[in-house]
């Protein structure tokens, strides 16, 4: 008999869903990162969308932009080495008008 643990993707990747599983993932781990390690501007920082190994940020203002570009790369490295399996090769900031 499968566990959980292996027939959960096994089903998603038959249903072809282990993609969005997957994005969803790499969103919420760099969700929980910016609120750990960005606090003040977590409210202007916002992961929108993960494909093809790019996650996008969108920032809803320049200072709080440049503090996450400048933290960027341990981000990228966090979310390698905590969402394994998934590849993750940059992060891209992404500047929106609009307040969430």
Not at 14 to 20: I, M, P, S, Y
Not at 26 to 55: M, S
Not at 65 to 70: G, K
């Amino acid at each position: 008999m499968d566990h959980i643990g292996s027939l959960l993707p096994k089903v998603l990747k038959k249903r072809g869903l282990d993609g969005h599983a997957h994005a969803s993932l790499v969103i919420l781990r760099a969700q929980e990162w910016i609120c750990e390690h960005l606090a003040t501007y977590e409210n202007d920082l916002h992961p929108k969308t993960f494909k093809d190994g790019v996650l996008f940020i969108s920032c809803t203002h320049s200072i709080a932009s440049q503090e996450c570009q400048q933290q960027s790369a341990d981000l990228l490295a966090f979310l390698q080495k905590i969402c394994e399996g998934i590849c993750i090769e940059q992060i891209r900031l992404v500047r929106s008008d609009e307040k969430a």
